[in-house]
C-alpha cells in the first residue's frame, strides 16, 4: 500500500491550496480517509474526515468554513481544499485512512508521508 500526498507549499495568510492524496494498494472506496495535521511543538490534530461515500465528512472547528475535504474513487484520491488560510494553520499535513464512526474521526493503518504547508502572515 502506498499513500502520497502532494499540493503543500507556501502561501501568504488569505490564501488558497488544495492537497491531494492517493492511495494505490487497496481497495481505496472502502475506507473512510482523513487529513490530519502536526505543527512544529504541537500536537498532531485532527483537520478533517470523509466516509466511503462522501456524504459523510467532518471538520475540526478551527477549519470549518474554510476547508473542503472531498473524494474521487475513481481516482484513488482525496482532496483537501483550504481557503482563507491563516498562520495557524501552517503544519505538516497527513493523509490516512480513518475510522469514522459517530462523527468522530481516527486514524487507523494507512499513512501517507506528509505535505507541508507554510502560511506567512
Known amino acids: 500500500v502506498q499513500v502520497v500526498e502532494s499540493g503543500g507549499g507556501s502561501v501568504q495568510a488569505g490564501g488558497s491550496l488544495r492537497l491531494s492524496c492517493t492511495a494505490t494498494g487497496l481497495t481505496f472506496g472502502r475506507y473512510a480517509w482523513g487529513w490530519f495535521r502536526q505543527a512544529a511543538g504541537k500536537e498532531r490534530e485532527g483537520v478533517s474526515c470523509i466516509g466511503w461515500s462522501s456524504t459523510n465528512t467532518s471538520y475540526a472547528d478551527s477549519v470549518k468554513g474554510r476547508f473542503t475535504i472531498s473524494r474521487d474513487n475513481s481516482k484513488n484520491t482525496v482532496y483537501l481544499q483550504m481557503n482563507s488560510l491563516k498562520p495557524d494553520d501552517a503544519a505538516t499535513y497527513y493523509c490516512?485512512?480513518?475510522?469514522?464512526?459517530?462523527?468522530?474521526?481516527?486514524?487507523?493503518?494507512?499513512w501517507g508521508q506528509g505535505t507541508q504547508v507554510t502560511v506567512s502572515s
Open positions: 490516512a485512512s480513518s475510522n469514522f464512526l459517530a462523527n468522530t474521526c481516527t486514524p487507523s493503518k494507512y
